[in-house]
């Protein structure tokens, strides 16, 4: 499985959410060779003395292929990355809430996001500005300036 870990080493989001899924589905590969291991026993076989084959191993690391295979073609085919799916959300956040301006902290304690801390939060929503989906704008207040993102 050697060259599915090459796969994530690239860098870059689509990369590392590859490498990701690979490594859930090395674990994943193992899991199916137990599992076709114990389902090819005989009924009166004792469960102790099941024993994992080359063949069971080989089905296991062609389901992991198979399904890395899926996971690249979801996330190249756009929508399915992590930045994508929290950008998409953002965007209604700002919808449902009449789309005014509203402080970067309240939309990053509203919108979290699994895997995304704020910092990377915050680069999507400027994308979104720089896409001119929303607007980023300094909005003066009696003590010191303060951002605002809107709908643009």
């Known amino acids: 499985m050697r060259h599915l870990d090459a796969e994530g080493e690239d860098g870059g989001e689509i990369e590392q959410s590859l ?11 193992a899991k199916i ?7 090819s026993m005989a009924d009166d076989e004792d469960l102790s003395s099941v024993k994992v084959e080359e063949g069971d191993v080989l089905a296991g ?9 899926e996971v690249k073609s979801l996330a ?6 992590p ?6 959300r953002v965007l209604d956040w700002l919808r449902r809430n009449g789309g005014g301006a509203h ?4 939309l ?17 929503v400027e994308q ?20 605002v993102v809107k709908l643009s």
């Open 103 to 106: 402080p970067p902290n309240t």
């Open 61 to 69: 690391i062609a389901f992991a292929e198979h399904a890395l295979a």
């Open 83 to 88: 930045s994508d799916r929290y950008a998409e």
């Open 33 to 39: 060779a137990g599992v076709l291991a114990v389902a």
């Open 108 to 124: 990053m304690d509203k919108m979290k996001a699994d895997g995304m801390d704020a910092k990377r939060r915050w680069e999507v």
């Open 128 to 147: 979104l500005h720089q896409d001119g989906r929303v607007e980023i704008l300094e909005e003066r207040t009696a003590g010191r300036p303060r951002l």
């Open 76 to 81: 190249t085919s756009g929508g399915g990355m």
């Open 19 to 29: 490498s990701d899924a690979m490594g859930r589905l090395q674990t994943t590969a």
